[in-house]
């Protein structure tokens, strides 16, 4: 066994990379000596001022209250959100500057999350398409035009691990992996801050929601997680590491608790690891209200001992609630905190202002020419939305023939608002070009029969039958647009019941009886389970609430103009009451496995209590997934074959390169999507029966051949074991060159020290 420290893993080569690029610009930052001068002219009204994020409703009408400008002059205010009407800001902004006393400059923040007027996939699209460089284009597209409209501190990327569809905030994350989530959070941040948070189109990010909101109990938003030290830093806190060490600007504290204590008052994750392990200097802020949502937790009596524990734990900053602001002075008065630590905290907001050069430059950016929703934004939006689009079952019936009719039904064909998805406050529906929009333009209007069949997903008449399937008659063939609505998924938005919302269903099975190809494309922040109706139709392409372009992406899909290239970020459930599943789970004492099954109805009548089937699995849903992580078909098919090692045995430092040899068998070119796993078969705790380490997506022409590479450090193979200490131990390790989590080639390694 060796003990690690801090290790730079390969797999987050990638973020060290980038690091290289944030950090000279963060260690270019100004000298702490500007920051500690500052401070030692600041009155403890000011030094809590900085400390103070307010909010203001984007739909706030009428001018500014002078109240509130009267907070700003007396330094009582560090930041805002939403202010999003220009003049506001920069009055706000002008007043900080030239009538408070020492003229500390504003932050402004926003929820930019996968798009500001141009909107891309939503994070969990992004993260299929198994591209980073796209979240990092779309952070860029993000920052360049929030910017230009003064937002400079946005609240993402979410970074939190999802291992349960029917929690609506899984549309906001990455997936289920620790390394995927990793490698497109670094890639976000990049995007937003670039290499110089001084440039007038970086924003400021923020990792979000520091830990382990994604385990919330049940899949059910603001509730509970319990999570083993172990898993907490093996898996719910790598991203953030990862963001750490890329440079990001800002943190954002959960609203769950984990263990009993709530995120935003907890002194293990915000002092112990953030500060003395990472040694982390960004700035951390609460999530909106969660420093008083810590007296509903039973974790705070009252509003005045919620501002202790939050501020006690290292909290530098508390979004819309204003414990501090009321009593932080009081309870430094009486001893319970001390001026140290309230100065600690306004250090970090401090260092983050000079970061963006607002002191130099607080109003940052004038614009002389928009590039709000330019052409090439648009084209990046599309890009991202054709890359993220995953498709789940193919019976030969896409590509479609541009000749002849399609009938186009569906609540999400023209749904300009909700193919935005989930966390969009800036897009706007007349920017969007629907499907039913691209088909139309591609096919022309005669050529495409449009029947919604529902007004919206969760309707539940079936009002709009007849003339959905009369239009549905007069085609050749019929694609139905499905899904969620925005407003399904996202904050507060959890499922219990995921299988498609509405008398979607029954309409589906009533189109298939006219014996057409039947297309089924969907739109939705989660997986969708499609038990009762995939063998209804004849293909299923799916995406994850596509943004602005999903017409023109979905067209040219459908026609084939490019092939589908997604992979599943999640595993994808034949039931919600599976959840929550995940493909890195453990093996158990009783794998489960098919040769043992026995489903419900092969169980004898009358069967004695016996240990028929007896392993790990249900009676009615079996044990797999309907889709495990990583599965995606394309237009074309690939092989893998003649998987090799450089060598069978590795010393404890050193590296292993295995590779095979991936051909593209069809007639069509298409990219695939080479997943590289491993697993460490017996370890101090017990280990996931796969790991995610590396990936390469690969584009080849029919009959082309390719060898795929991957090089594993040692230090990848890191874990904590029972006494918490990161480690690698030496041991016997599968490892897999695979097209998704549930097959591929498999090789076999020793690790010795
Ligand atoms: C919300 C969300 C958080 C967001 C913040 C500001 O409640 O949990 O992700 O950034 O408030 O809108």
Same mark, same amino acid.
């Given at each position: 066994?060796?003990?690690?420290?801090?290790?730079?893993?390969?797999?987050?080569?990638?973020?060290?990379?980038?690091?290289?690029?944030?950090?000279?610009?963060?260690?270019?930052?100004?000298?702490?000596?500007?920051?500690?001068?500052?401070?030692?002219?600041?009155?403890?009204?000011?030094?809590?001022?900085?400390?103070?994020?307010?909010?203001?409703?984007?739909?706030?009408?009428?001018? +500014?209250?002078?109240?509130?400008?009267?907070?700003?002059?007396? *330094?009582?205010?560090?930041?805002?959100?939403?202010?999003?009407?220009?003049?506001?800001?920069?009055? +706000?902004?002008?007043?900080?500057?030239?009538?408070?006393?020492?003229?500390?400059?504003? +932050?402004?923040?926003?929820?930019?999350?996968?798009?500001?007027?141009?909107?891309?996939?939503?994070?969990?699209?992004?993260?299929? $398409?198994?591209?980073? @460089?796209?979240?990092?284009? *779309?952070?860029?597209?993000?920052?360049?035009?929030?910017?230009?409209?003064?937002?400079?501190?946005?609240?993402?990327?979410?970074?939190?691990?999802?291992?349960?569809?029917?929690?609506?905030?899984?549309?906001?994350?990455?997936? @289920? /992996?620790?390394?995927?989530?990793?490698?497109?959070?670094?890639?976000? &941040?990049?995007?937003?801050?670039?290499?110089?948070?001084?440039?007038?189109?970086?924003?400021?990010?923020?990792?979000?929601?520091?830990?382990?909101?994604?385990?919330?109990?049940?899949?059910?938003?603001?509730?509970?997680?319990?999570?083993?030290?172990?898993?907490?830093?093996?898996?719910?806190?790598?991203?953030?590491?990862?963001?750490?060490?890329?440079?990001?600007?800002?943190?954002?504290?959960?609203?769950?608790?984990?263990?009993?204590?709530?995120?935003?008052?907890?002194?293990?994750?915000?002092? /112990?690891?953030?500060?003395?392990?990472?040694?982390? /200097?960004?700035?951390?802020?609460?999530?909106?209200?969660? =420093?008083?949502?810590?007296?509903?937790?039973?974790? #705070?009596?009252?509003?005045?001992?919620?501002?202790?524990?939050?501020?006690?734990?290292?909290?530098?900053?508390?979004?819309?609630?204003?414990?501090?602001?009321?009593?932080?002075?009081?309870?430094?008065?009486?001893?319970?905190?001390?001026?140290?630590?309230?100065?600690?905290? =306004?250090?970090?907001?401090?260092?983050?202002?000079?970061?963006?050069?607002?002191?130099?430059?607080?109003?940052?950016?004038?614009?002389?020419?928009?590039? %709000?929703?330019?052409?090439?934004?648009?084209?990046?939006?599309? @890009?991202?939305?054709?890359?993220?689009?995953?498709?789940?079952?193919?019976? !030969?019936?896409?590509?479609?023939?541009?000749?002849?009719?399609?009938?186009?039904?569906?609540?999400?064909?023209?749904?300009?608002?909700?193919?935005?998805?989930?966390? =969009?406050?800036?897009?706007?529906?007349?920017?969007?070009?629907?499907?039913?929009?691209?088909?139309?333009?591609?096919?022309?209007?005669? !050529?495409?029969?449009?029947?919604?069949?529902?007004?919206?997903?969760?309707?539940? !008449?079936?009002?709009?039958?007849?003339?959905?399937?009369?239009?549905?008659?007069?085609?050749?063939?019929?694609?139905?647009?499905?899904?969620?609505?925005?407003?399904?998924?996202?904050?507060?938005?959890?499922? #219990?019941?995921?299988?498609?919302?509405?008398?979607?269903?029954?309409?589906?099975?009533?189109?298939?009886?006219?014996?057409?190809?039947?297309?089924?494309? %969907?739109?939705?922040?989660?997986?969708?389970?499609?038990?009762?109706?995939?063998?209804?139709?004849?293909? &299923?392409?799916?995406?994850?609430?596509?943004?602005?372009?999903?017409?023109?992406?979905?067209?040219?899909?459908?026609?084939?103009?490019?092939?589908?290239?997604?992979?599943?970020? &999640?595993?994808?459930?034949?039931?919600?009451?599976?959840?929550?599943?995940?493909?890195?789970?453990?093996?158990?004492?009783?794998?489960?496995?098919?040769?043992?099954?026995?489903?419900?109805?092969?169980?004898? &009548?009358?069967?004695?209590? $016996?240990?028929?089937?007896?392993?790990?699995?249900?009676?009615?849903?079996?044990?797999?997934?309907?889709?495990?992580?990583?599965?995606?078909?394309?237009?074309?098919?690939?092989?893998?074959?003649?998987?090799?090692?450089?060598?069978?045995?590795?010393?404890?430092?050193?590296?292993?390169?295995?590779?095979?040899?991936?051909?593209?068998?069809?007639?069509?070119?298409?990219?695939?999507?080479?997943?590289?796993?491993?697993?460490?078969?017996?370890?101090? =705790?017990?280990?996931?029966?796969?790991?995610?380490?590396?990936?390469?997506? %690969?584009?080849?022409?029919?009959?082309?051949?390719?060898?795929?590479?991957?090089?594993?450090?040692?230090?990848?193979?890191?874990?904590?074991? %029972?006494?918490?200490?990161?480690?690698?131990?030496?041991?016997?390790?599968?490892?897999?060159?695979?097209?998704?989590?549930?097959?591929?080639?498999?090789?076999?390694?020793?690790?010795?020290?």
């Amino acid at each position: 066994m060796r003990l690690i420290f801090r290790p730079i893993k390969r797999t987050f080569f990638y973020a060290f990379l980038v690091s290289l690029f944030c950090l000279p610009a963060l260690a270019a930052t100004p000298s702490e000596a500007k920051i500690e001068q500052l401070l030692s002219k600041m009155t403890i009204t000011e030094k809590i001022g900085q400390t103070n994020l307010r909010g203001r409703s984007s739909r706030a009408t009428g001018p +500014l209250p002078e109240a509130l400008k009267q907070t700003v002059i007396d *330094g009582k205010v560090g930041a805002f959100l939403n202010v999003m009407k220009p003049h506001e800001r920069d009055e +706000l902004q002008r007043i900080a500057v030239e009538e408070s006393r020492l003229g500390i400059p504003l +932050l402004f923040g926003r929820d930019v999350i996968h798009g500001f007027k141009t909107i891309f996939p939503i994070p969990l699209g992004l993260a299929a $398409s198994w591209q980073p @460089e796209l979240a990092e284009s *779309g952070a860029r597209v993000s920052a360049i035009e929030a910017t230009e409209l003064g937002v400079n501190w946005t609240f993402a990327p979410m970074m939190d691990i999802a291992r349960d569809p029917r929690w609506g905030r899984i549309a906001e994350s990455f997936g @289920e /992996d620790p390394v995927l989530t990793s490698i497109f959070s670094v890639a976000m &941040v990049k995007g937003f801050q670039t290499d110089d948070l001084s440039n007038p189109t970086a924003m400021a990010a923020t990792a979000k929601h520091l830990v382990g909101y994604g385990a919330v109990e049940g899949g059910r938003d603001y509730n509970t997680s319990l999570i083993p030290e172990g898993e907490l830093r093996d898996v719910y806190l790598k991203p953030f590491k990862a963001a750490a060490d890329a440079g990001v600007a800002s943190m954002m504290t959960s609203f769950n608790e984990i263990n009993g204590v709530p995120a935003t008052g907890n002194k293990l994750i915000l002092k /112990d690891v953030l500060r003395g392990e990472w040694q982390y /200097d960004g700035m951390v802020v609460s999530d909106w209200d969660s =420093v008083i949502e810590m007296i509903a937790h039973g974790f #705070a009596a009252d509003k005045k001992h919620a501002a202790l524990r939050a501020a006690d734990a290292g909290l530098d900053m508390e979004m819309t609630s204003d414990t501090y602001e009321l009593y932080l002075e009081e309870i430094i008065a009486e001893g319970k905190l001390d001026i140290k630590q309230l100065d600690d905290l =306004v250090r970090n907001v401090l260092r983050l202002k000079y970061r963006l050069n607002l002191f130099e430059s607080p109003h940052r950016r004038e614009v002389k020419e928009s590039s %709000i929703l330019s052409a090439e934004h648009r084209q990046k939006a599309k @890009e991202a939305a054709l890359q993220s689009a995953i498709l789940l079952k193919n019976n !030969n019936s896409l590509p479609m023939p541009k000749k002849g009719t399609v009938a186009l039904i569906g609540p999400l064909a023209h749904a300009a608002h909700e193919q935005m998805g989930t966390w =969009v406050f800036d897009g706007r529906a007349k920017n969007n070009i629907t499907v039913l929009d691209a088909l139309q333009q591609e096919l022309g209007n005669e !050529n495409v029969i449009f029947a919604e069949g529902l007004a919206y997903s969760r309707v539940m !008449n079936h009002d709009g039958f007849t003339a959905a399937i009369a239009a549905a008659k007069k085609a050749d063939r019929i694609v139905f647009v499905g899904g969620e609505e925005a407003i399904l998924s996202g904050e507060a938005h959890s499922r #219990a019941d995921i299988s498609l919302p509405g008398s979607q269903e029954a309409l589906i099975k009533e189109l298939a009886k006219l014996n057409k190809p039947l297309i089924l494309v %969907i739109m939705a922040g989660r997986p969708i389970t499609m038990g009762n109706i995939i063998d209804y139709v004849d293909a &299923v392409l799916f995406n994850f609430h596509p943004g602005t372009m999903a017409g023109p992406a979905i067209s040219d899909l459908l026609l084939g103009k490019v092939s589908p290239s997604g992979r599943l970020p &999640v595993t994808w459930p034949k039931s919600g009451a599976q959840a929550p599943i995940y493909y890195n789970h453990k093996n158990t004492g009783r794998p489960a496995n098919d040769k043992d099954f026995v489903g419900i109805n092969d169980i004898p &009548v009358q069967a004695w209590q $016996s240990s028929l089937g007896n392993d790990s699995h249900y009676l009615d849903l079996g044990f797999r997934p309907a889709y495990p992580f990583g599965y995606g078909l394309t237009y074309s098919q690939f092989s893998y074959a003649d998987l090799k090692l450089d060598q069978s045995q590795i010393k404890i430092g050193g590296s292993i390169k295995a590779s095979a040899i991936i051909k593209n068998t069809g007639k069509r070119e298409a990219s695939e999507v080479v997943q590289f796993y491993i697993q460490d078969v017996v370890g101090d =705790v017990t280990r996931p029966v796969r790991e995610l380490k590396n990936w390469q997506k %690969i584009t080849l022409k029919p009959g082309e051949s390719r060898t795929v590479t991957f090089e594993l450090q040692t230090d990848e193979l890191s874990f904590h074991n %029972i006494a918490m200490q990161e480690v690698v131990e030496a041991g016997d390790f599968n490892l897999w060159i695979a097209p998704n989590a549930d097959s591929g080639l498999k090789g076999h390694f020793e690790l010795i020290e």
